[in-house]
Nanobody, 124 residues
């Protein structure tokens, strides 16, 4: 099992950057693939990106491709979401999620563990 805590959210102006962190408890972080999702008011939870447990493979939604970057540091039990060139439509609560698998998934139903979320607000 793993517990996840997101941090790094806040208010930023359009075009700015934020770096979200997801800290995981436990000693087996390296066996989990990790995903980032977001949910805006009135909308379904949306896939943002994912990273394999090895860190050697990533995948992104078209809406954030070339702007967001996922990385992980297994020694620190942490996964990151670097968010650049932020747009107002990026405003949402951002969640990290873990899956005990060597593969990553785009469906939130596939993930076993979730953080509490961190709010990202992008103003114009």
């Amino acid at each position: 099992q793993v517990q996840l805590v997101e941090s790094g959210g806040g208010l930023v102006t359009a075009g700015g950057s934020l770096r979200l962190s997801c800290a995981a408890s436990g000693r087996t972080f390296s066996r989990y693939s990790m995903g980032w999702f977001r949910q805006a008011p009135g909308k379904e939870r949306e896939f943002v990106g994912a990273i394999a447990r090895s860190g050697g493979s990533t995948f992104y939604a078209d809406s954030v491709k070339d702007r967001f970057t996922i990385s992980r540091d297994n020694a620190k039990n942490t996964v990151y979401l670097q968010m650049n060139s932020l747009k107002p439509e990026d405003t949402a609560v951002y969640y990290c999620a873990a899956k005990d698998s060597s593969f990553y998934y785009t469906s939130p139903k596939r993930y076993d563990y979730w953080g509490q979320g961190t709010q990202v607000t992008v103003s114009s």
